[in-house]
């Protein structure tokens, strides 16, 4: 069974930049599975930030990008905002089809 | 304004049934695959089912396969999940999304995206005795 791993949480000051990853337990993640990353605030549905490893959806902020560094997808946030606090999800095209990490709860503070 | 708005959820007794509506607007809805994906209280975001333009196609996840049926009605612009058997830990937020999977650009090519682009606020499934 594949499972997609994530950072559970993580913090960061504000205007600091951190750098949230995705990776496989086994095996390293490729662009092939065209890795994609969600921002989920409690309540609300998720909101598209980042698809095919590295374009942003409409709307986003540039201070948000996306990478394959080493064997897992990242997401970048640099000068990190207070309502930038939410869970990011990362989810892969596999051929067992959608495959969610478990999400990072990101602290801003 | 393209959307998609859920309805359906509830409360359900465990072995009870549920069918859950997605209504979408805005779109081409016989043009896209379409998914449902769920997260249960407190925790994070599963797929459960997609399925293809036509309905000629859908794939489940290992723990609904049997006891959950997607489907389409393109006539009503409307996807569809009949929950069967419904256990305990079914309970969950049942989202309705959007798949982009590609566009066709200049000379016909074709460039591949994959992600969830369009998702609902979601219908609440709660299954208990």
């Known amino acids: 069974q594949t499972v997609v791993t994530q950072e559970p949480s993580f913090s960061v000051s504000p205007g600091g930049t951190v750098t949230l990853t995705c990776g496989l337990s086994?095996?390293?993640?490729?662009?092939?599975?065209?890795p994609s990353w969600y921002q989920q605030t409690p309540g609300q549905a998720p909101r598209p930030l980042i698809y095919?490893?590295?374009t942003r959806s409409s709307g986003v902020p540039d201070r948000f990008s996306g990478s394959i560094l080493g064997n897992k997808a990242a997401l970048t946030i640099t000068g990190a905002q207070a309502d930038d606090e939410s869970d990011y999800y990362c989810?892969?095209?596999?051929?067992?089809?959608?495959?969610f990490g478990g999400g990072t709860k990101l602290t801003v503070l | 304004e393209v959307q998609v708005v859920e309805s359906g959820g509830g409360l359900v007794q465990p072995g009870g049934s549920l069918r859950l509506s997605c209504a979408a607007s805005?779109?081409?809805?016989?043009?896209?695959?379409m998914s449902w994906v769920r997260q249960a209280p407190g925790k994070g975001l599963e797929w459960v089912a997609n399925?293809?333009?036509?309905?000629?196609?859908?794939d489940y996840v290992a723990s609904v396969k049997g006891r959950f049926t997607i489907s389409r009605d393109s006539a009503k612009n409307s996807l569809y999940l009949q929950m069967n058997s419904l256990r305990v830990e079914d309970t969950a937020v049942y989202y309705c999304?959007?798949?982009?999977?590609?566009?066709?650009?200049?000379?016909?090519?074709?460039?591949?995206?994959?992600?969830?682009?369009?998702w609902g606020k979601g219908t609440t499934v709660t299954v208990s005795s």
């Open positions: 999304a959007r798949e982009m999977r590609f566009r066709t650009g200049p000379g016909g090519i074709r460039l591949y995206y994959y992600y969830m682009d369009v």
């Open positions: 805005g779109f081409t809805f016989s043009s896209y695959w």
């Open positions: 399925i293809n333009q036509d309905a000629s196609e859908q």
């Open positions: 086994s095996g390293s993640v490729s662009a092939s599975y065209y």
């Open positions: 095919r490893t590295n």
């Open positions: 989810v892969l095209y596999m051929s067992s089809g959608w495959v």
